[in-house]
């Protein structure tokens, strides 16, 4: 690569990773991949905190991910803590702890993060999920019935953001006249926090969304009922095994990871069916391959685009590249998911693509407790669209969709269809 290619290659890093860039990603990922598997970059952090690597293929983003002697979540239990997360911790005795300030699952490893996935992971299983097919397909049915008649909808608004949230909510327990709140909170976190980044405004949330958490577990414990909330209180009050903080922390993330990346799902995923009008049409004329065209949708474009940076336990080589102890490897997914020698026409959307392996629900210990869930809710999600608004299109220029794109995550803001 010749100096010119290369200096710009870093600047585009550098925009990626300061999170100013609207641009997509991927033809900078295609770079990279041509590059290397693991290619050193300046960090999001700041100098003083450490080397950063970027993971782009799929090989070595799994082998990270997998190995747990050599990397953790925690880079507070390493001697050389790089500072992640330091900003919004230092605040964390003023406030209830979330899933971001305390201690929940994502951010720790080892036993504690054993113990704490065990707790909740029976109410994510496959089977348990197949149970709640019926009931989700009602919330569908509800809100296509809500908009049927006007001919159009918003599809973020109406559909693709109620749907998961009435999901989650109902297994939590999140009573209905406090969803709205939850969807202020949830998508200012989405955007607000990033590697190194934090929006002004964004301890108010995290404070409102904590407080507002500890306020309904109070409520539960006097007034418990049938729903996952309830039994974590039970089994917080039995002791031994959950502590109040893992408790809030516990609730906050379910939440937030449980709607904020499916609504991003069936959002995005319908706009990429938009920009594939013969996939959209071969779906349409065979609603079975919906399963396989969900997993298609979450490798060539799904919500997430860089899981939790992983941090270095020890000095070792990777892809020929000297890693050092505390050093960050961000690792990206949505890289990884188009890898050229993983999938033939990476670049392809083919809704009939038979898939070994994706990485958007992540890999290894913390690959995600919520993907049977999200694997439901999708395909019910776009069954019930494309089954009962066949004749839905976009209503606006697809320039005009309002993408977000973030180190961590995309999302659109509104889309206005017809049917
Ligand atoms: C399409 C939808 C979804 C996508 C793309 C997605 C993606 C991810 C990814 C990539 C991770 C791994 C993060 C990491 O390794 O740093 C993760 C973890 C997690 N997800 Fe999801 N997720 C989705 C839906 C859900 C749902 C519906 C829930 C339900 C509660 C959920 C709950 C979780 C939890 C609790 C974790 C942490 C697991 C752990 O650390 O052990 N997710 N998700």
């Not at 305390?102 to 704490?116: Q, T, V």
């Not at 108010?204 to 306020?215: D, N, P, R, S, V």
């Not at 609603?287 to 979450?298: F, G, M, Q, R």
């Amino acid at each position: 690569m010749n100096h010119e290619a290369h200096v710009s290659v870093e600047e585009r890093v550098l925009g990626f990773l300061s999170g100013q860039t609207t641009e997509s990603p991927f033809s900078l990922f295609a770079q990279l991949r041509e590059m290397g598997p693991v290619i050193s970059v300046r960090n999001p952090l700041g100098e003083s905190v450490g080397n950063s690597w970027m993971i782009t293929k799929m090989d070595i983003a799994t082998q990270v991910l997998k190995d747990a002697k050599s990397f953790t979540v925690d880079p507070s239990s390493i001697e050389s803590d790089s500072g992640f997360r330091e900003d919004i911790l230092t605040e964390k005795n003023s406030s209830p702890d979330t899933f971001f300030t305390g201690k929940s699952m994502l951010f720790i490893d080892g036993i504690d993060h054993k113990r704490l996935r065990r707790l909740v992971s029976k109410a994510f299983t496959p089977k348990y999920m197949e149970s709640l097919r019926p009931r989700i397909q009602e919330l569908a049915d509800e809100l296509i019935d809500q908009v049927k008649d006007k001919g159009r909808m918003d599809l973020v608004k109406d559909y693709a953001y109620p749907l998961p949230i009435n999901v989650i909510s109902e297994m939590l327990g999140v009573p209905k006249e406090d969803r709205a709140n939850l969807q202020i909170w949830s998508s200012a976190i989405a955007k607000g926090l990033g590697w190194g980044k934090q929006d002004p405004g964004i301890q108010k949330h995290l404070k409102e969304f904590g407080a507002y958490t500890k306020e309904l577990v109070e409520r539960k414990r006097i007034t418990p009922a049938d729903d996952l909330i309830s039994q974590l209180i039970e089994i917080e009050e039995e002791g031994e095994q959950l502590n109040e903080d893992e408790l809030i922390s516990m609730i906050t993330l379910l939440i937030f990871a449980g709607h904020e990346t499916t609504s991003n799902l069936i959002a995005t995923g319908t706009m990429m069916l938009f920009d594939h009008p013969e996939q959209l049409d071969q779906l349409k004329a065979d609603l079975s391959l919906i399963p396989t065209a969900v997993e298609e949708l979450l490798r060539f474009n799904g919500p997430t685009t860089s899981v939790g940076p992983r941090f270095a336990k020890v000095d070792l080589e990777l892809a020929g590249q000297s890693i050092k102890k505390g050093d960050m490897l961000l690792i990206m997914v949505k890289s990884a998911n188009r890898d050229e020698e993983k999938f033939h026409d990476s670049d392809g959307l083919d809704i009939t693509r038979d898939i070994h392996r994706h990485l958007a629900f992540g890999f290894g210990m913390h690959m995600c407790l919520g993907a049977p869930l999200a694997r439901v809710e999708g395909d019910i999600a776009f069954t019930t669209l494309l089954g009962r608004l066949p004749n839905l299109q976009l209503s606006i220029p697809p320039e005009e969709v309002n993408w977000q794109f973030s180190i961590s995550s995309q999302s659109i803001e509104s889309l206005p269809v017809s049917f």
